[in-house]
């Protein structure tokens, strides 16, 4: 089953410009994480927060986290082409095991 | 440069036939992950191992999957009979668990099609 719900389901921007993905989930977590899948390969891991931590910054990637509304946020800043793929957000609980949102579509057109 | 490795990228198989696929994890890794991903249903736990002893298969249908680790460097994933319903890609990835948490590398997948 999958924990988080991720909006929108799909975003399309110019480059240049910054490009916003929401998570929520249900339960209490550990951490969550971003991952970021290009068409047909496997998922690439981005950036993870603690529950303890609020925003986190690598590179162009920032993310937010308020675990009161169960909800995430990731920001690309001066989007390239190159940032076109899926985007998965994912929370971990108590046991180390990974649960995957639905995905954002984001498509970079020059 | 360290990489989860998966064998075959591609399977195209008949219903009812077996059908093994292959991980290997990252050198030192202790924790191994299956996850199925399909249009429908997006990325699934299937089951995953730490230090080769399996922590948790209740995402894998029992009767026709098995997942296993012969050592530390395979994983295997089997599906006897295999049905068109198990049409998917199979991600194998692998981790190592630290206080702050663990980040998994995914490999590039197994792409089956079972007709």
Known sequence: SQQGEEDPQALSIQEGENATMNCSYKTSINNLQWYRQNSGRGLVHLILIRSNEREKHSGRLRVTLDTSKKSSSLLITASRAADTASYFCATMGGGNKLTFGTGTQLKVEL | ?115
């Open chain 2, 1 to 115: 440069d360290a990489r989860v490795t998966q064998t075959p990228r591609h399977k195209v198989t008949e219903m009812g036939q077996e059908v093994t696929m292959r991980c290997q994890p990252i050198l030192g890794h202790n924790t191994v992950f299956w996850y199925r991903q399909t249009m429908m249903q997006g990325l699934e736990l299937l089951a995953y191992f730490r230090n080769r002893a399996p922590l948790d298969d209740s995402g894998m249908p029992k009767d026709r999957f098995s997942a296993e680790m012969p050592d530390a460097t395979l994983a295997t994933l089997k599906i006897q009979p295999s049905e068109p319903r198990d049409s998917a890609v199979y991600f194998c990835a692998s981790g190592l668990p630290t206080p702050g948490g663990e980040t998994q590398y995914f490999g590039p997948g197994t792409r089956l099609l079972v007709l």
